[in-house]
């Protein structure tokens, strides 16, 4: 290196941003993704014995896909190559694998070729990796935010190990930006700079698990904020809430205003108001409350409030959350808002909470009889000659396709557990009972 690339290494070095400058340099500093590079876990096995072979790193944006990258980097005794997906093209790649090639023949030296952003690759740049890390040329370290059994070919995926990184806790995040604050050689340590605690909390939750957006947002606080008469930059709620761009709203996931939203959320569903519950709605996506715990709020209510008095709500919502969590924020918003308008207008039962409560506490609290024979399996061997089935009635082969055969145990008999209200469908659903329970002749509902 010439004295002039070492200058300009430097210099980029210390104009960095601060998540940058932050990058941990070896696996004991970062932080986060126990689940995978844990002391005991194959992957921290791997990087220390520098034995690693082709993996994918897939996960959300600031959880660490690069760093680990850059780690391997810093730990492996072979050549380490990088390139964008979004920049690389194929040219790229051969010159990559021709100097691959050379080291291994003439150095004996291995290339970890790193791509990151893997996914932008189409199918034929992706299918022109598979043999070179199938012989081992070169070790491939790909990194992705989209879901790589979706973007990624299977030939490459089978040659490859997955690990996907979660999105940093609150506490980790915390602990970063005390890092950055208190760090003097790469962190904001020289501008005798404080944080509150309100703003420093703030700016954990509102990076949901993204290290990277909380540094950017630190760092800019500290440099555009000016000292107060003391000489120390302080970093308030509200210079907090200007350097991530968003307003702070009474909303601890951990605390009373998480249950308080949640359950006004719920109540507004059952009470069948969709602006209240899309407006409660609204305020947990932009505390920044998971997708998943709202959806499985939604499906409970579909279930518990709805049930069969609009049986599609419970399709509606369940559709509704699996389409959330494969999508993401912010388009979320709005599949979340169209099942919780839909739970909130629909017709309202409770009858299928009874009727499992019912049926629950029957089961508790008395003697469990029984099964009658001729419902009792009569597969298995034996079965036939302990009498088991014997004396069942096909219901398809009578009028109406039901039978009068009774089926709760002798001692339940005449035992009512489900009582369909009169809303909706379960109006049409309470007839057919009321005519199969014996309480019409003919068949005409």
């Given at each position: 290196m010439d004295l002039f690339s070492y200058m300009h290494e430097n210099a980029v070095k210390k104009q960095a941003p601060l998540a940058s400058r932050m990058r941990p340099r070896t696996l004991d500093e970062v932080v986060g993704q126990s689940h995978i590079i844990g002391r005991d876990k194959l992957l921290y096995r791997a990087i220390t014995a520098d034995q690693l072979r082709s993996v994918i790193f897939y996960g959300p944006p600031g959880t660490g896909k690069t760093t680990l990258a850059r780690v391997i980097a810093g730990t492996t005794k072979g050549e380490f190559r990088q390139i964008n997906a979004t920049s690389a093209g194929k040219k790229d790649m051969e010159e990559v694998v021709e100097e691959a090639k050379k080291l291994l023949g003439m150095e004996g030296r291995k290339t970890v070729l790193f791509i990151d952003e893997i996914h932008r690759f189409n199918k034929s740049q992706q299918d022109y990796l598979l043999p070179f890390v199938e012989d081992g040329t070169v070790i491939l370290v790909g990194a992705t935010t989209e879901n790589p059994y979706f973007e990624v070919n299977g030939a490459l995926l089978s040659r490859s190990i997955i690990f996907e990184l979660k999105?940093?806790?609150?506490?980790?995040?915390?602990?970063?930006?005390?890092?950055?604050?208190?760090?003097?050689?790469?962190?904001?340590?020289?501008?005798?700079?404080?944080?509150?605690?309100?703003?420093?909390?703030?700016?954990?939750?509102?990076?949901?698990?993204?290290?990277?957006?909380?540094?950017?947002?630190?760092?800019?606080?500290?440099?555009?904020?000016?000292?107060?008469?003391?000489?120390?930059?302080?970093?308030?709620?509200?210079?907090?809430?200007?350097?991530?761009?968003?307003?702070?709203?009474?909303?601890?996931?951990?605390?009373?205003?998480?249950?308080?939203?949640?359950?006004?959320?719920?109540?507004?569903?059952?009470?069948?108001?969709?602006?209240?519950?899309?407006?409660?709605?609204?305020?947990?996506?932009?505390?920044?409350?998971?997708?998943?715990?709202?959806?499985?709020?939604?499906?409970?209510?579909?279930?518990?409030?709805?049930?069969?008095?609009?049986?599609?709500?419970?399709?509606?919502?369940?559709?509704?959350a699996l389409a959330a969590e494969r999508i993401g924020m912010p388009e979320s918003g709005i599949i979340l808002s169209q099942a919780a308008a839909y739970v909130a207008c629909a017709p309202k039962s409770n009858s299928a909470v009874n009727a499992i409560e019912s049926a629950m506490e029957a089961v508790r609290n008395e003697k469990t009889p029984a099964i009658p024979p001729y419902l009792q399996d009569a597969h298995y061997k034996g079965a036939a000659e302990l009498g088991r089935g014997r004396g069942y009635e096909y219901a398809h082969l009578f009028p109406n396709h039901f039978s009068t055969q009774q089926y709760l145990p002798d001692e339940y008999k005449g035992r009512t557990f489900y009582e369909p209200g009169d809303l909706g469908y379960e109006k049409h659903i309470k007839e057919w009972l009321a005519f199969i329970r014996g309480g019409k002749k003919d068949a005409d509902v």
């Open positions: 999105p940093l806790t609150k506490e980790e995040i915390t602990g970063l930006l005390k890092t950055a604050m208190t760090d003097n050689e790469r962190g904001m340590g020289l501008y005798n700079a404080e944080i509150e605690d309100k703003a420093l909390d703030f700016i954990a939750d509102v990076a949901n698990g993204d290290a990277r957006k909380a540094l950017n947002a630190l760092e800019l606080g500290v440099l555009t904020t000016s000292p107060d008469a003391d000489g120390v930059t302080r970093i308030t709620l509200s210079v907090a809430e200007e350097c991530i761009q968003k307003r702070a709203v009474r909303y601890d996931k951990d605390g009373d205003n998480h249950y308080d939203t949640i359950s006004a959320f719920i109540k507004s569903m059952r009470g069948s108001d969709p602006d209240a519950a899309v407006y409660y709605l609204a305020r947990m996506l932009y505390a920044g409350e998971s997708v998943t715990f709202v959806a499985r709020r939604i499906m409970i209510c579909a279930a518990e409030d709805v049930g069969n008095a609009d049986p599609q709500a419970l399709q509606v919502a369940v559709s509704a």
